[in-house]
């Protein structure tokens, strides 16, 4: 019967393709990417607030570290081996103390062991200068911080995953810095990241660090570049851009449709072929669609991971479906992976001896970064403060600081005395400081800025300013003209616009950085040398052995917003 069978079933099928009748299609394929961005190297977890979509429920918890990202992704390469593990950029840079001790070679290095297999690169990944990112990528001690680089190994030998930058040009050559794309293959598909970051570069990074590069258009470099990828065999293509928008929508929430920010003006620019764009910089959690586009990013610190489920046409190879679904990190989820857990705890060993150094007593559990109507901050008058301080001795009158170095509160507890550790999270650039002429003209030119630089946060607009100087400001008046007349005092005197002061600033603001080009013209310049962080514990001890600690719990009203 057998024989009989199997010819007669050989001419059924061979009839039924020559009529065309109908057959099933192939299942597609499915490939998995998981998505991280904005890491700044939190080796461990963080205090994350959130609200839910899928409950409407709100949960304060301790989220990310290593251990929880590496063992969501052990549990998630168990059900597909081929999972891609992605970044999109500021992985390292303004750092936990842990961290950026150690050069974030120890960030690099759990990356690496947790299968990082490309990024873009972002703002913070120049903060060093475009040497020490290329330190970063290949390796080597030949650091501009040599206390700190290859002290924690003596042979780091760099990012294993590719660092991305389409639209980051050498002036020299007019080609890209980084490499502009990665072609990775999964289940026999060939994908092509391209990566970009934002074009304001220039204007958050020092100068001096990356001089000779020029940060060109995103969109237009990566629409230049998809010819390329194409052209090499690639059929899925999947932007990774650290440039980034809000949405008042919940950071889960499926389809999200109200985004606004930088990156939709970039989607809406790209190739119709570039349909999944991962995101950054502005550390917000959403899951969006514009204009049929995928965009998504995952919050910042490794709180959220983005997993993204791609269907792909297993004939023509090419995207069909996209699915995101943005994932907290809580503690415990997933059955350790142990030999990251192992990298942990043994950084925070060779760390914690310098970390939990008690420093001194602060005279409030908490000094905030939250700023007043005026645009003033507890913490910032405490380091502006410290900053005078430093370089009273060497003609200071006046010190300034931006709000975007502050990276954390100063956060100290019940028992009101500050470690090590908590106060170099607050500063972790390690940034010099600066002195410098301006004239009492220059410096009401400088306060004007504030209000005429572009694209800049309300919460990031004003500089923080140093005790015995004080101004008024009314936001009703016109640009250039917002700070009263007479309202600027040094000491309860009134500042002379035809007299010159000596000022300090930290070396990033010294070069014009944040757009506060006026920094840039002052005159006799003299970088000090004294990095902002040991000015900051310095004050804090001298202010605790005089019996009076420093900090406050509110602003000291320094600026007045009058309308």
Same mark, same amino acid.
């Given at each position: 019967?057998?024989?009989?069978?199997?010819?007669?079933?050989?001419?059924? *099928?061979?009839?039924?393709?020559?009529?065309?009748?109908?057959?099933?299609?192939?299942?597609?394929?499915?490939?998995?990417?998981?998505?991280?961005?904005?890491?700044?190297?939190?080796?461990? $977890?963080?205090?994350?607030?959130?609200?839910?979509?899928?409950?409407?429920?709100?949960? !304060?918890?301790? $989220?990310?570290?290593?251990?929880?990202?590496? *063992?969501?992704?052990?549990?998630?390469?168990?059900?597909?081996?081929?999972?891609?593990?992605?970044?999109?950029?500021?992985?390292?840079?303004?750092?936990?103390?842990?961290?950026? @001790?150690?050069?974030?070679?120890?960030?690099?290095?759990?990356?690496? %062991?947790?299968?990082?297999?490309?990024?873009?690169?972002?703002?913070?990944?120049?903060?060093?200068?475009?040497?020490?990112?290329?330190?970063?990528?290949?390796?080597?001690?030949?650091?501009?911080?040599?206390?700190?680089?290859?002290?924690?190994?003596?042979?780091?030998?760099?990012?294993?995953?590719?660092?991305?930058?389409?639209?980051?040009?050498?002036?020299? !050559?007019?080609?890209? =810095?980084?490499?502009?794309?990665?072609?990775?293959?999964?289940?026999?598909?060939?994908?092509?990241?391209?990566?970009?970051?934002?074009?304001?570069?220039?204007?958050?990074?020092?100068?001096?660090?990356?001089?000779?590069?020029?940060?060109?258009?995103?969109?237009?470099?990566?629409?230049?570049?998809?010819?390329?990828?194409?052209?090499?065999? $690639?059929?899925?293509?999947?932007?990774?851009?650290?440039?980034?928008?809000?949405?008042?929508? *919940?950071?889960?929430?499926?389809?999200?449709?109200?985004?606004?920010?930088?990156? &939709?003006?970039? $989607?809406?620019?790209?190739?119709?072929?570039?349909?999944?764009?991962?995101?950054?910089?502005?550390?917000?959690? =959403?899951?969006?669609?514009?204009?049929?586009?995928?965009?998504?990013?995952?919050?910042?610190?490794?709180? &959220?991971?983005?997993?993204?489920?791609?269907?792909?046409?297993?004939?023509?190879? !090419?995207? +069909?479906?996209?699915?995101?679904?943005?994932?907290?990190?809580?503690?415990?989820?997933?059955? /350790?992976?142990? /030999?990251? /857990?192992?990298?942990?705890?043994?950084?925070?060993?060779?760390?914690?001896?310098?970390?939990?150094?008690?420093?001194? +007593?602060?005279?409030?559990?908490?000094?905030?970064?939250?700023?007043?109507?005026?645009?003033?901050?507890?913490?910032?008058?405490?380091?502006?403060?410290?900053?005078?301080?430093?370089?009273?001795?060497?003609?200071?009158?006046?010190?300034? @600081?931006?709000?975007?170095?502050?990276?954390?509160?100063?956060?100290?507890?019940?028992?009101?005395?500050?470690?090590?550790?908590?106060?170099?999270?607050?500063?972790?650039?390690?940034?010099?400081?600066?002195?410098?002429? %301006? !004239?009492?003209?220059?410096?009401?030119?400088?306060?004007?800025?504030?209000?005429?630089?572009?694209? &800049?946060?309300?919460?990031?607009?004003?500089?923080?300013?140093?005790?015995?100087?004080?101004?008024?400001?009314?936001?009703?008046?016109?640009?250039?003209?917002?700070?009263?007349?007479?309202?600027?005092?040094?000491?309860?005197?009134?500042?002379?616009?035809?007299?010159?002061?000596?000022?300090?600033?930290?070396?990033?603001?010294?070069?014009?950085?944040?757009? =506060?080009?006026?920094?840039?013209?002052?005159?006799?310049?003299?970088?000090?040398?004294?990095?902002?962080?040991?000015?900051?514990?310095?004050?804090?001890?001298?202010?605790?052995?005089?019996?009076?600690? *420093?900090?406050?719990? /509110?602003?000291?009203?320094?600026?007045?917003?009058?309308?």
């Amino acid at each position: 019967m057998k024989n009989i069978l199997r010819p007669l079933c050989a001419a059924l *099928a061979a009839a039924c393709v020559l009529s065309g009748c109908a057959t099933r299609p192939a299942a597609p394929l499915e490939i998995n990417l998981v998505a991280l961005n904005d890491f700044h190297g939190h080796l461990e $977890a963080g205090k994350f607030n959130y609200t839910s979509a899928r409950d409407g429920k709100s949960a !304060t918890i301790q $989220a990310g570290g290593i251990p929880a990202i590496a *063992a969501a992704l052990q549990a998630w390469r168990h059900e597909d081996k081929d999972l891609l593990f992605v970044g999109a950029g500021d992985l390292i840079g303004a750092s936990p103390a842990m961290s950026s @001790m150690w050069a974030d070679e120890p960030s690099i290095t759990a990356l690496n %062991m947790m299968g990082m297999r490309v990024s873009s690169v972002g703002n913070h990944e120049f903060d060093q200068g475009r040497h020490e990112l290329l330190r970063q990528q290949n390796g080597g001690c030949a650091s501009p911080r040599p206390e700190k680089a290859c002290k924690l190994s003596l042979d780091f030998s760099g990012a294993r995953f590719t660092y991305l930058a389409a639209n980051v040009l050498d002036s020299a !050559t007019g080609k890209p =810095f980084l490499p502009a794309y990665r072609i990775e293959e999964a289940k026999g598909v060939k994908l092509a990241f391209i990566g970009a970051v934002l074009k304001d570069t220039a204007s958050v990074v020092m100068a001096s660090g990356i001089a000779g590069l020029s940060f060109v258009d995103e969109a237009d470099a990566i629409n230049k570049t998809l010819a390329e990828v194409k052209a090499k065999g $690639a059929t899925v293509f999947v932007v990774l851009i650290h440039e980034g928008g809000s949405t008042e929508e *919940a950071f889960d929430q499926p389809d999200c449709g109200k985004l606004k920010g930088p990156i &939709v003006g970039i $989607a809406r620019r790209l190739d119709p072929a570039l349909r999944l764009i991962i995101s950054g910089h502005t550390h917000k959690g =959403f899951q969006c669609k514009v204009d049929g586009r995928v965009i998504t990013q995952a919050e910042m610190g490794g709180h &959220v991971l983005s997993r993204i489920a791609l269907k792909i046409d297993p004939e023509t190879r !090419t995207l +069909r479906d996209i699915a995101v679904r943005n994932v907290v990190m809580k503690q415990g989820e997933y059955p /350790a992976d142990e /030999a990251v /857990a192992a990298y942990l705890k043994s950084v925070k060993a060779r760390s914690d001896a310098t970390l939990a150094r008690p420093v001194a +007593r602060v005279a409030a559990k908490s000094v905030t970064r939250k700023a007043n109507a005026a645009g003033e901050t507890a913490l910032g008058d405490l380091i502006a403060d410290a900053v005078l301080a430093a370089t009273r001795e060497q003609g200071a009158r006046i010190a300034f @600081m931006n709000v975007g170095g502050m990276r954390k509160d100063l956060d100290v507890g019940e028992n009101l005395v500050s470690t090590y550790g908590q106060a170099q999270i607050v500063l972790p650039f390690a940034n010099t400081l600066v002195l410098m002429d %301006m !004239t009492g003209a220059q410096i009401r030119a400088l306060l004007e800025q504030q209000w005429t630089r572009p694209d &800049v946060d309300a919460d990031r607009r004003v500089l923080q300013v140093s005790r015995g100087f004080s101004y008024q400001w009314n936001d009703e008046l016109p640009p250039g003209q917002k700070v009263l007349a007479g309202s600027m005092k040094l000491d309860g005197v009134p500042l002379d616009e035809a007299r010159t002061y000596r000022i300090v600033a930290n070396n990033f603001l010294a070069e014009g950085g944040d757009n =506060f080009h006026l920094f840039a013209q002052a005159a006799n310049k003299m970088n000090t040398q004294i990095r902002d962080i040991d000015a900051f514990v310095a004050h804090l001890v001298k202010s605790d052995r005089a019996g009076t600690p *420093a900090g406050s719990a /509110a602003p000291a009203m320094r600026i007045e917003r009058v309308k």
